[in-house]
């Protein structure tokens, strides 16, 4: 079973950086997208980045210029680097990535697979 894993949130001041990593491990044959969401309490999750399997990026309004997402494909791993953070950032960043995975010889499935998430808070 396909599982995801993020780390890198922590606490940092206004205009400080944060760098995410998103690691999916398991019986992967291939990974269509990864995406990073957050979400702060009461309000619905959104998207902030993604890249996918040709490597195209694509960013949320609210963080063009200050964010960047990059993988390692070979690791099956992405990492969201996050720069001139506002408190506005604050969060819980969750990784989800979707993707084939391996169920026998010859045979992939779909999957999509959230992480469990990571706090990021931005103050002072």
């Known amino acids: 079973q396909v599982q995801v894993v993020e780390s890198g949130g922590g606490l940092v001041q206004p205009g400080g950086s944060l760098r995410l990593s998103c690691a999916a491990s398991?019986?992967?044959?291939?990974?269509?997208?990864m995406n990073w969401y957050r979400q702060t309490p009461g309000k619905q999750r959104e998207l902030v980045a993604r890249?996918?399997?040709?490597?195209?990026?694509s960013y949320a309004e609210n963080v063009k210029g200050r964010f960047a997402i990059s993988r390692d494909s070979a690791e099956y791993s992405n990492y969201l680097q996050m720069d001139n953070l506002k408190p506005e950032d604050t969060a819980v960043y969750f990784c989800y990535v979707r993707g084939w995975e391996l169920v026998g010889p010859n045979r992939q499935r779909n999957f999509d697979v959230w992480g469990q998430g990571t706090l990021v808070t931005v103050s002072s």
């Open positions: 890249i996918t399997r040709a490597g195209a990026t």
């Open positions: 398991g019986p992967i044959h291939i990974i269509d997208d």
